[in-house]
């Protein structure tokens, strides 16, 4: 099973000039990550306030903390995150990011799986830092803000067109993956293993329906008007052809998940996207009952890694 996993979402400046670490010659698959200064506490960032305009930049307090205060415990770790280097031919042999997800949200999170698939080392060195001036670009239009304390605010001051985006971004992410954004405390990526999965569900209405498509391959719904809808709206969001998931004439999936949505719970809800580590846990062709999920298997064959390649426009 996993470690402990973690669920991200962020922006980041770039540097990388405290790198000094050594590989063999024209051998550049590792991708490179600085640690970073940040608004939010966990491994690779530290909370420092240096100033949140460039007007205010309290460089030479940064650079002091830098050299008297800052003792990184590790030379490296293994993860990755914004700022990122790598060649130029490696990046392109994966076609680069998926413009599925243009311009913004879960274009890393969706490369670093690839890289990994890929077979890419990944390297964070815990001796540089980054320091980041947060609240720019899309997702607070106005700019970094403090409250009367002093203290930086960011909640509940996006942008409607940063929302909007990061919802695109993210019901595509699970289209693509079958999961959120997975990782552990260093930023490793974790992927699920990507099966083919096909929901058969009764009693379907629109908001289940908006709800469950994204997490699985195919839906079988015995309501065309309500599909056909469904389409109509959310078609423009996604380069995947909704018709193919969710108007098949026959169920072909190589696993098939039946319940009914009137009896689904929040914790049935939790189980249905644990489904593919559930599935990879027992290894077994066959039939079984989940709670209220009936789950045939006829095979347990992945994908993920057909997705290393993103499709080029």
Same mark, same amino acid.
């Given at each position: 099973?996993?470690?402990?996993?973690?669920?991200?979402?962020?922006?980041?400046?770039?540097?990388?000039?405290?790198?000094?670490?050594?590989?063999?010659?024209? *051998?550049?698959?590792? #991708?490179?990550?600085?640690? =970073?200064?940040?608004?939010?506490?966990?491994?690779?960032? #530290?909370?420092?306030?240096?100033?949140?305009?460039?007007?205010?930049?309290?460089?030479?307090?940064?650079?002091? +903390?830098?050299?008297?205060?800052?003792?990184?415990?590790?030379?490296?770790?293994?993860?990755?995150?914004?700022?990122?280097?790598?060649?130029?031919?490696?990046? &392109?042999?994966?076609?680069?990011?998926?413009?599925?997800?243009?311009?913004?949200?879960?274009?890393?999170?969706?490369?670093?799986? *690839?890289?990994?698939?890929?077979?890419?080392?990944? $390297?964070? !060195?815990?001796?540089?830092? $980054?320091?980041?001036?947060?609240?720019?670009?899309?997702?607070?239009?106005?700019?970094?803000?403090?409250?009367?304390?002093?203290?930086? !605010?960011?909640?509940?001051?996006? !942008?409607?067109? +940063?929302?909007?985006?990061?919802?695109?971004?993210?019901?595509?992410?699970? *289209?693509?993956?079958?999961?959120?954004?997975?990782?552990?405390?260093? =930023?490793?990526?974790?992927?699920?293993?990507?099966?083919?999965?096909?929901?058969?569900?009764?009693?379907?209405?629109?908001?289940?329906?908006?709800?469950?498509?994204?997490?699985?391959?195919?839906?079988?719904?015995?309501?065309?008007?309500?599909?056909?809808?469904?389409?109509?709206?959310?078609?423009? &969001?996604?380069?995947?052809?909704?018709?193919?998931?969710?108007?098949?004439?026959?169920?072909?999936?190589?696993?098939? $998940?039946?319940?009914?949505?009137?009896?689904?719970?929040?914790?049935?809800?939790?189980?249905?996207?644990?489904?593919?580590?559930?599935?990879?846990?027992?290894?077994?062709?066959?039939?079984?009952?989940?709670?209220?999920?009936?789950?045939?298997?006829?095979?347990?064959?992945?994908?993920?890694?057909?997705?290393?390649?993103?499709? =080029?426009?």
């Amino acid at each position: 099973m996993m470690a402990s996993l973690s669920i991200s979402l962020r922006e980041i400046t770039i540097s990388i000039d405290a790198l000094n670490l050594e590989f063999e010659e024209q *051998r550049f698959d590792t #991708v490179f990550m600085a640690n =970073l200064i940040h608004i939010i506490s966990d491994p690779e960032k #530290v909370i420092k306030d240096f100033g949140i305009e460039p007007e205010e930049f309290k460089e030479q307090e940064l650079l002091k +903390w830098y050299s008297e205060d800052y003792k990184p415990q590790q030379e490296t770790t293994e993860g990755i995150f914004a700022p990122w280097a790598i060649y130029k031919k490696d990046f &392109q042999s994966i076609n680069g990011h998926d413009d599925m997800f243009a311009p913004q949200s879960k274009e890393d999170s969706d490369i670093f799986n *690839r890289f990994i698939l890929a077979g890419y080392e990944v $390297v964070q !060195t815990r001796e540089g830092c $980054v320091y980041h001036m947060t609240c720019r670009g899309s997702r607070f239009a106005d700019g970094a803000q403090r409250n009367p304390m002093g203290d930086v !605010t960011m909640v509940g001051r996006e !942008t409607d067109e +940063w929302l909007l985006q990061n919802e695109r971004s993210t019901r595509n992410f699970a *289209r693509k993956w079958s999961s959120y954004c997975l990782h552990d405390d260093y =930023l490793k990526p974790y992927i699920q293993p990507k099966y083919n999965i096909g929901y058969v569900v009764e009693n379907c209405n629109m908001d289940g329906l908006r709800g469950l498509e994204p997490w699985s391959d195919s839906m079988y719904i015995n309501d065309k008007e309500l599909v056909e809808q469904y389409i109509k709206e959310e078609q423009p &969001q996604t380069k995947f052809d909704l018709k193919e998931r969710l108007l098949k004439s026959e169920i072909d999936n190589d696993i098939v $998940v039946e319940f009914d949505l009137f009896k689904l719970t929040q914790n049935d809800w939790e189980i249905l996207k644990m489904l593919p580590e559930i599935i990879e846990d027992s290894g077994k062709i066959g039939k079984f009952t989940l709670e209220i999920f009936d789950v045939t298997i006829t095979s347990l064959k992945t994908y993920e890694k057909e997705l290393i390649k993103c499709n =080029l426009n």
